[in-house]
């Protein structure tokens, strides 16, 4: 069972950045695409972005596109979510999960089996 563990979170006023870890146990990781995911009050938990085993291939949501990007160190079991000109609408929990099938590229909320505890990102206006 892989444990998956964020952090980085916190407050930022809009325009800012951070910079959120994923830090993922056991020894295949390199198999498995990786996807960051948020939740905000009162709605369903949304696709951000996702990175191939490889790091090859990334996809991302509309609303972060050119903003947010994801990447991963491989020989550190680490996915990382680098986010640029925060708005206060990326205001959410912020979920780190690992896809389901190893060597597969979707990103459907339902393709990844396995999630972090998440991480709460505020950006003030």
């Known amino acids: 069972q892989v444990q998956l563990v964020e952090s980085g979170g916190g407050l930022v006023q809009a325009g800012g950045s951070l910079r959120l870890s994923c830090v993922a146990s056991?020894?295949?990781?390199?198999?498995?695409?990786m996807g960051w995911f948020r939740q905000a009050p009162g709605k369903e938990r949304e696709f951000v972005a996702a990175?191939?085993?490889?790091?090859?291939?990334?996809n991302y949501a509309d609303s972060v596109k050119g903003r947010f990007t994801i990447s991963r160190d491989n020989a550190k079991n680490i996915v990382y979510l680098q986010m640029n000109s925060l708005k206060p609408e990326d205001t959410a929990v912020y979920y780190c999960?690992?896809?389901?099938?190893?060597?597969?590229?979707?990103?459907?909320?339902?393709?990844?089996?396995?999630w972090g505890q998440g991480t709460q990102v505020t950006v003030s206006s």
């Open positions: 056991g020894r295949s990781f390199s198999m498995y695409t």
């Open positions: 999960a690992r896809h389901h099938r190893v060597m597969t590229f979707t990103t459907q909320v339902s393709d990844f089996g396995s």
């Open positions: 990175i191939s085993w490889s790091g090859f291939s990334t």
